[in-house]
């Protein structure tokens, strides 16, 4: 349910988004289209993939925003706010958020999960929650942050040591990237905590599953594990 962003592109195209004269802050694409937050912006513009055209203007009433991520499938639109920390959602083309959580941790990364109803949110220690997208209310707790325990060094004053939360296709699973080479998967239809991490030699960035869930790739500085 809910509006999509369109046919999906199938052929190579290129053109300029913009002109942002202060910057971007963050930006994020589907199949359909392209998502960019100007820096100091409570403003998200919403482009045709295809064609480059400016299609909806998403507004954020928490004011800038930070980071941006959007399904797969383009229906629901997430963005952290940069003051407070607030997770905005939206539906795709839909200007105002129909969800605005304030939770209480500070959030690194967000996945919203159009076909489960809800957004998958990461702190800075890399507990990962689950919330309703309509009403905000806490669906699911996943004990991710004990397994980074002792792995990685949070107490740095290197930034954000989460770096991305990625979800599979299908959206059973969830990829949570924290720097160092630590890649943490989570079965959302499994009741019991993830059973372990991946580790890569490289300091990993991103992620990304295979569009029939059967890969993770991981990206980083030092190139790419599979």
């Known amino acids: 349910g809910g509006p999509s962003l369109g046919a999906r592109a199938t052929a190579p195209y290129a053109y300029a988004l913009g002109p942002y004269s202060a910057g971007i802050a963050t930006l994020a694409a589907t199949e359909d289209a392209f998502l960019v937050a100007p820096k100091d912006s409570p403003e998200v513009d919403v482009f045709e993939a295809t064609t480059g055209k400016r299609i909806a203007t998403l507004r954020s009433p928490a004011g800038p925003l930070r ?9 629901l639109i997430a963005a952290i706010a940069t003051d407070d920390h607030s997770v905005v959602l939206w539906h795709a083309l839909t200007p105002q958020p129909v969800l605005v959580a304030k939770p209480q941790q ?40 004990k397994m980074l325990d002792g792995l990685i060094n949070f107490e740095s004053d290197n930034g954000d040591k989460i770096t991305d939360l990625e979800a599979s296709h299908s959206e059973r699973y969830l990829a949570l990237v924290a720097g160092g080479g630590v890649v943490i998967l989570t079965d959302l239809d499994e009741a019991r905590p993830p059973e372990g991490a991946l580790f890569t030699n490289a300091v990993v960035q991103d992620a990304a599953f ?16 599979l």
């Open 210 to 225: 295979a569009p029939d869930d059967s890969a993770l790739v991981a990206a980083g500085v030092g190139g790419m594990s």
């Open 67 to 75: 980071r941006l991520a959007a399904s797969h499938d383009g229906t």
């Open 106 to 145: 500070k959030i690194s990364v967000v996945m919203p999960l159009s076909s489960r109803n809800a957004v998958a949110l990461a702190d800075e220690r890399g507990a990962v929650t689950l919330l309703d997208a309509q009403t905000g209310a806490l669906l699911k707790g996943f004990p991710t942050a």
